[in-house]
C-alpha cells in the first residue's frame, strides 16, 4: 500500500535502534494554523497506514526549531504534544542538526 500525504521530505532512519519515519514540514503558507491543521490530518492518516504496513516503525513530524518555537510552545500545539496526538523531531536546518526529540 502506498500514500502520498504530501511531505516536503519522507525519511526512513533508526534512532537508537528503533526504526522511524520522519515526515518533515515546512510550514510556509499563509496561515501556521492551516500549516497545522494540514500536517497534523496528514500526519494522522499515514501514522495509521505505517500501524499497518510497518509497524514496527516510529513516525515523527519534523519541524524546524522558529516552527517549534511558534506553535508547539503555543497552547494549541502544547495540547498536540501532551494528549500524544504527534511525535515531533525538531531540527536546527542551518547547523543540520537534530534539536529535541518529542514523543
Keep these: 500500500m502506498f500514500v502520498d500525504i504530501g511531505a516536503e521530505k519522507f525519511?526512513?532512519?533508526?534512532?537508537?535502534?528503533?526504526?522511524?519515519?520522519?515526515?518533515?514540514?515546512?510550514f510556509v503558507g499563509n496561515s501556521e494554523l492551516e500549516d497545522l491543521k494540514n500536517a497534523i490530518g496528514q500526519y494522522v492518516l499515514y501514522q495509521n497506514v505505517l500501524e499497518l504496513t510497518e509497524p514496527d516503525r516510529k513516525l515523527y513530524l519534523g519541524v524546524?526549531?522558529?516552527?517549534f518555537n511558534e506553535l508547539f510552545e503555543e497552547p494549541i500545539g502544547k495540547l498536540l504534544l501532551d494528549k500524544g496526538i504527534v511525535n515531533l523531531l525538531v531540527f536546527n536546518s542551518e547547523r543540520e542538526v537534530v534539536v529535541k526529540w518529542i514523543n
Excluded: D, M, W, Y
Design 11 to 26: 525519511l526512513a532512519a533508526e534512532k537508537h535502534g528503533q526504526k522511524v519515519a520522519i515526515e518533515i514540514k515546512s
Design 64 to 67: 524546524r526549531e522558529p516552527v
